[in-house]
């Protein structure tokens, strides 16, 4: 768990360093920085309109086939 925390610490830098990298006049950066924020606001968005709409979230589940019979 700590190493997750630790990741998305890292991912975070590096993509606010590469913003900084954009404000500093790297224009070709724009395109590829705004692909997560657009799809973060997207699936915000989707969460938000199915609240409004009383769609309670699914349960997850997974299926690691341990049920099955062997043969």
């Known amino acids: 768990m700590i190493m997750t925390k ?3 610490v890292v991912g975070v830098l590096i993509y606010a ?3 900084a ?3 500093s006049g790297d ?6 920085l705004l692909i997560p924020s657009v799809l973060a606001v ?9 609240r409004f709409m009383g769609i309670e ?3 997850q589940h ?3 086939g341990s ?3 062997e043969q």
């Open 67 to 69: 049920d099955e019979t």
């Open 17 to 19: 360093f590469l913003w």
């Open 42 to 50: 997207m699936v915000a968005l989707g969460v938000g309109l199915q």
């Open 27 to 32: 224009s070709v950066l724009l395109a590829p």
């Open 21 to 23: 990298l954009y404000a």
């Open 62 to 64: 997974f299926d690691d």
């Open 6 to 8: 630790t990741m998305v």
């Open 57 to 59: 979230p699914r349960k």
